[in-house]
């Protein structure tokens, strides 16, 4: 049974950084692709970055720069360093697990593992 629950959420002013965690377990993270994704509210859940079992990663135009998706498979554990947070970074945040060849573009519909958020408010 695949377990996926995030950490780290939290207030934050803008400028500031958060780190978030996503710890698995009921499989290995070697083996799948990972991701983050964030839903603000009244508006669709988006892609904020994703990284492949080699290591390679994908991220939203709105973050690139400023956030850094990152796992360590002998941890089960995927992180998101974000920082220069803004107002409009202020989401719910969830990471997500695939095996989808596609990973890199971001699309909820290719990630089949969810799991259940941690917010981020940025003020």
């Known amino acids: 049974h695949v377990q996926l629950v995030e950490s780290g959420g939290d207030s934050v002013q803008v400028g500031g950084s958060l780190r978030l965690s996503c710890s698995g377990s009921?499989?290995?993270?070697?083996?799948?692709?990972m991701g983050w994704f964030r839903q603000a509210p009244g508006k669709k859940r988006e892609g904020v970055a994703a990284i492949d079992s080699d290591g390679s990663t994908s991220y939203a135009d709105s973050v690139t720069g400023r956030f850094t998706i990152s796992k360590d498979n002998a941890k089960n554990t995927l992180y998101l360093q974000m920082n220069s947070l803004k107002p409009e970074d202020t989401a719910m945040y969830y990471c997500a697990a695939t095996k989808s060849n596609e990973w890199w573009l971001l699309r909820e519909a290719d990630f089949f593992y969810w799991g259940r958020g941690t917010q981020v408010t940025v003020s």
């Open positions: 009921g499989y290995s993270y070697s083996s799948y692709c």
